[in-house]
């Protein structure tokens, strides 16, 4: 069982750049997430979709695109990288409702925006 | 405003010394505290979930204490390992809702030294 498969596990763009982090999940998750993590601040919320089709945006949303269009994947799109998003990305999923069942992180992906 | 304070930032101990992680919040309405383990270059690791019924619950040699009177929470850990050496991240849910109402500590970096 995978659980939460991120990649790439490393990237470096240059400023304006695009790209896309993969997640996939293989648990049958309906909740996914997305989290960015900054040295000395707690993980910080990007977006989330509760099911396949259903996005909405979490806490630092701006720069960042998602889309939901099969319960396994959920892609975070870079639209035009700044060094402000350099940092550690984590994506989680967990059962429906999210509730008391935990999240299942990922391993990461460390993005460099020179 | 809803947060999460932990503490020590940091902690040093010996191996095979028991040592006790704490956590303060100050969320509203209450759902769930859940504590995860974050190791180096890893995604976090869920180790207990408490609900507002629940003032302790144990996963091995860890085990979580909550105070839902005073919004307190501590993990303890017996018989240190090396292999604890982790960042332990506090977390409270704001609602059983899926969405945006986890709130997240700092971490407290334990480092476990032979």
């Known amino acids: 069982n995978a659980g939460v498969t991120q990649t790439p596990k490393f990237q470096v763009l240059k400023t304006g750049q695009s790209m896309t982090l993969q997640c996939a999940q293989d648990m049958n998750h309906e909740y996914m997430s997305w989290y960015r993590q900054d040295p000395g601040m707690g993980l910080r919320l990007i977006h989330y979709?509760?099911?396949?089709?259903?996005?909405d945006q979490g806490e630092v949303p701006n720069g960042y695109n998602v889309s939901r269009s099969t319960t396994e994947d959920f892609p975070l799109r870079l639209l035009s990288a700044a060094p402000s998003q350099t940092s550690v990305y984590f994506c989680a999923s967990s059962g429906i409702g999210q509730g008391h069942s935990p999240l299942h992180f990922g391993n990461g992906t460390r993005l460099t925006v020179t | 405003k809803n947060q999460v304070e932990q503490s020590p930032q940091s902690l040093i101990i010996l191996e095979g010394k028991n040592c006790t992680l704490q956590c303060n919040y100050t969320v509203s309405p209450f759902s769930n505290l859940r504590w995860y383990k974050q190791d180096t270059g890893r995604g976090p690791v869920s180790l207990t979930i408490?609900?507002?019924?629940?003032n302790t619950k144990s996963n091995g040699r860890y085990t979580a204490t909550l105070d839902a009177d005073t919004k307190q929470s501590s993990l303890h850990i017996t018989a240190s390992q090396l292999s604890d050496s982790a960042s332990y991240i506090c977390v409270v849910s704001a609602s059983r809702q899926a969405g945006t109402a986890l709130i997240f500590g700092k971490g407290t970096t334990l480092s476990v030294s032979s």
């Open positions: 408490m609900t507002f019924s629940e």
């Open positions: 979709s509760v099911g396949a089709g259903i996005t």
